[in-house]
């Protein structure tokens, strides 16, 4: 396995609408396995093939992360298929890092995906899973969390974001 470099905002492939796997290949298990150990060392409890510039429809989630890493769900192909009610979570995301703003969700959902087998598998989630599922699903229509904020946040964002890039080439 080996850790992958995470794209960071503004790279383009972020804004890719990833392709549907059409055959669950040795190329994909391993970019299952190389997403996991990405998401365990940066650390994250989220990540989407975008996000290491492989814009192919597959992610990993693990909310409990270092306590067991028997927690690892890896979705290829995943659907939302239904939603309800409405929460507000301050989201963060690898590929725009230090940045929190607060998100405006659906409360539970439905999801279709295959597993690694191959297999369809339908999760019904609610709380920090259901907000992890949509913000990765989100990553693979090319959207990011910072497209769902207030124009008062973004404006905020924009020129933060302006700043640290001013700072980085100093
Ligand atoms: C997506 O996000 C997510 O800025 C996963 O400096 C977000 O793992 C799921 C991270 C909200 C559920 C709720 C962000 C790490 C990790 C940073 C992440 C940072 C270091 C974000
Ligand atoms: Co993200």
């Known amino acids: 396995m080996s850790i992958l ?24 298990l391993r970019l299952i ?4 150990e990405t998401m365990y060392n940066a650390p994250g409890i ?23 890493k028997n927690g690892l769900i890896a979705l290829i192909n995943p659907e939302l298929v239904s939603g309800r009610g409405e929460v507000n979570y301050e989201e963060g995301c690898l590929s725009v890092p230090e940045f929190y703003s607060q998100v405006k969700r659906f409360e539970e959902i439905v999801v279709c995906a295959l597993d690694r087998k191959g297999e369809k598998v339908e999760i019904n989630a609610d709380g920090l899973l259901a907000i992890a599922l949509q ?17 008062v946040s973004r404006d905020i964002f924009k020129r933060k974001w302006k700043k640290k890039l001013k700072e980085e080439k100093e």
Not at 33 to 36: F, G, S
Not at 46 to 68: C, F, H, K, M
Not at 135 to 149: R, S
Request: glycine residues 4%; hydrophobic residues 40%.
């Open 135 to 151: 913000h990765e699903i989100d990553h693979l229509e090319g959207k990011l969390f910072i497209d769902l904020m207030s124009p």
């Open 46 to 68: 989220g990540l989407a093939a975008n996000q290491v510039g492989r814009p192919l429809r597959v992610l990993v989630i693990d909310l409990q992360r270092e306590e067991s």
């Open 5 to 28: 470099d995470i794209c960071i905002y503004p790279d383009p492939v972020l804004r890719h609408k990833a392709e549907t796997v059409e055959e669950i290949d040795e190329d994909i």
């Open 33 to 36: 396995d190389d997403m996991a």
